[in-house]
């Protein structure tokens, strides 16, 4: 699997989402992707308690270890690297956590509008 160029949402280099817990597709701490990325995890958020409980609604429970997948479990104030879809439904229905501009992949901007991600965005 080859990466796409680290570049993010605002043109710049693609800095880190989280180290503890490490995140992203390829598990190297940032929002990078590749074409076998097929849920495009490019956007980094900043996980809140009704997010956590949003994607457990919907099907995709971030909460529970599942260390058989050396998966921690998440918890609100982690930082992880979500589904760019899943992101833009969790902000249709007014859920979608905040996110950092600097660590989101531009790729992200295939499936998320630049205003949606501007209006979650912690930074820029």
């Not at 080859?2 to 043109?11: R, S, T």
């Not at 929002?31 to 409980?53: K, Q, R, Y």
Request: charged share 25%; with cysteine; hydrophobic share 40%.
């Amino acid at each position: 699997m080859e990466k796409e160029p680290a570049i993010n949402v605002l043109g710049e280099a693609l800095e880190s989402c989280s180290a503890d817990p490490v995140t992203g597709f390829f598990r190297d701490g940032a929002c990078n992707t590749c074409v076998e990325d097929s849920g495009s995890h490019t956007v980094c958020a900043i996980l809140t308690a009704e997010f956590l409980a949003y994607s457990k609604y919907v099907g995709n429970d971030l909460s529970t270890p599942r260390p058989e997948f050396r998966f921690p479990g998440l918890k609100p104030g982690d930082c992880w690297c979500l589904c760019a879809g899943r992101f833009l439904q969790a902000a249709d229905e007014g859920a979608a956590p905040r996110i950092r501009l600097a660590s989101t992949h531009r790729r992200a901007l295939d499936i998320v509008p630049l205003d949606i991600l501007m209006d979650h965005a912690t930074d820029g």
